[in-house]
C-alpha cells in the first residue's frame, strides 16, 4: 500500500485486518470475498526501494487463504492508495513495478523460491479524488495502437480493480453498514460541514453497534481527528478522545460550524447582494449587519432594500 503525496490516515486504518475485510467485502466482487479466509489475513509490512521511480514507499501488503475447487493457496492484497486532485494515468505502469519489486522481494527473503513458482496478488487502487477516474485499467489498454493477433500475446498485462470512493452514493454507502463505509461517507462530505455532521452521525451509530465497538471507535477517532485537522475545522481536537463518549462535544463543534456555513451560504443570495448597496453607501459594515443580513426573513431583507434609498446611516435603516 502506497500513500501517495499526503498522509491521509488510511494507512493506519489498512493496517488492521477488520478494514481490509470491510473494504473487500463491502466494495469488492462478491465472488472474492466468498473465496477468502479473513482469519488467516496477514500483514506483510516493509520498506521498498523502487529504482524506476526513484522513491521509498512504506508499503502495507496484506496476504490471505483462497480456496477454490478444493485448492488452498496464499494470494496478497496490495492495495494503493491514490488521493491526488488530478488522476495519474500512469498508474498502470508504476503497479506493474511495484508487483515486479514485490516479487523480487519475495524471493531475495525466500519467502518463495522460482521452483515453487510465485503467489497471485490482487492489485487494488483505492481513489478519492474529486475527478471521474480515466486511467485505463489494464496497462495493455495504455498500447496503442493495438498490435496485430501474433503481438497481443508478448505485451504486458496487469489488470486492477478500482474502488473509487466518489462513485458511491450516500444511499449505496448506507446498505454497508460499516466502519469503513463510514468513512467514505465522510470523506465525500467534502467541505460541506452540514453533510459531515450527516456522515460523523452515521459512522457514531455503527460504532456503537460494532461488537467491538472501544477498538473500532479509537481507530475510527484519530481517522477522523486527522481528517478534521486537515479541514481546517474550529474544533478542539484536543478534547476529542472518542466519537463514542464525546459525540455531544463533537455535535456541538460541528453544528456551529453548519450555522456558519448556512450563514455564509445566506450572504450569498438576496441577503448579499443588499450588503453590496450596503457597503457602497455606508463603507465598511460591522459584523451585526452580517448577523441580521444572514437571519432575516425575505420580507425584512426588501424592506430594508426600500428603506436604505432614504437612511442617513446603519443605525436609522436597521432600527427603523
Avoid at 490471505?64 to 478444493?70: I, K, L, Y
Wanted: net charge negative.
Amino acid at each position: 500500500m502506497s500513500i501517495n503525496h499526503h498522509d491521509t490516515g488510511y494507512k493506519e486504518l489498512f493496517s488492521y485486518p477488520e478494514f481490509v475485510q470491510q473494504l473487500i467485502e463491502g466494495f469488492a466482487p462478491d465472488e472474492l470475498a466468498a473465496l477468502m479466509d479473513f482469519s488467516t489475513l496477514k500483514n506483510h509490512s516493509g520498506n521498498y526501494i523502487t529504482p524506476l521511480f526513484e522513491e521509498k514507499f512504506e508499503d502495507v501488503v496484506w496476504s490471505v487463504s483462497v480456496t477454490w475447487e478444493g485448492v488452498t493457496q496464499e494470494v496478497f492484497l496490495y492495495i494503493l492508495l491514490e488521493f491526488q486532485s488530478t488522476v495519474d494515468r500512469s498508474i498502470p505502469i508504476r503497479l506493474m513495478h511495484y508487483v515486479a519489486c514485490f516479487y523480487d522481494h519475495l524471493l531475495k527473503q525466500k519467502a518463495t523460491t522460482f521452483s515453487q513458482g510465485l503467489p497471485p496478488i490482487l492489485p487494488i487502487v483505492l481513489y478519492n479524488g474529486s475527478k471521474s477516474w480515466t486511467t485505463p485499467p489494464d496497462i495493455y489498454d495504455m498500447i496503442t495502437p493495438e498490435p496485430p493477433g501474433f503481438l497481443q500475446v508478448y505485451q504486458p498485462r496487469l489488470r486492477y480493480y478500482l474502488v473509487d470512493e466518489g462513485r458511491y452514493t450516500d444511499e449505496q454507502l448506507g446498505l454497508v453498514r460499516t466502519p469503513l463505509s463510514g468513512v467514505f461517507s465522510v470523506e465525500n462530505a467534502g467541505e460541506s460541514w452540514e453533510a459531515l455532521q450527516q456522515a460523523v452521525d452515521r459512522i457514531v451509530a455503527i460504532i456503537q453497534a460494532d461488537p467491538n465497538k472501544e477498538r473500532i471507535d479509537r481507530i475510527v477517532t484519530r481517522w477522523i481527528k486527522r481528517h478534521l485537522q486537515r479541514l481546517g475545522a474550529e474544533v478542539n481536537l484536543g478534547q476529542l478522545n472518542s466519537l463514542v463518549e464525546d459525540k455531544d462535544m463533537l455535535a456541538e463543534n460541528l453544528e456551529n460550524l453548519v450555522k456558519k456555513e448556512r450563514l455564509e451560504g445566506r450572504l450569498e443570495g438576496f441577503a448579499g447582494l443588499l450588503r453590496m448597496q450596503l457597503a457602497f453607501k455606508f463603507g465598511d459594515l460591522p459584523s451585526w449587519v452580517d448577523t441580521k443580513l444572514a437571519t432575516a426573513t425575505d420580507e425584512q431583507l426588501g424592506e430594508w432594500g426600500t428603506q436604505m434609498l432614504t437612511a442617513s446611516s446603519l443605525d436609522e435603516l436597521f432600527k427603523g
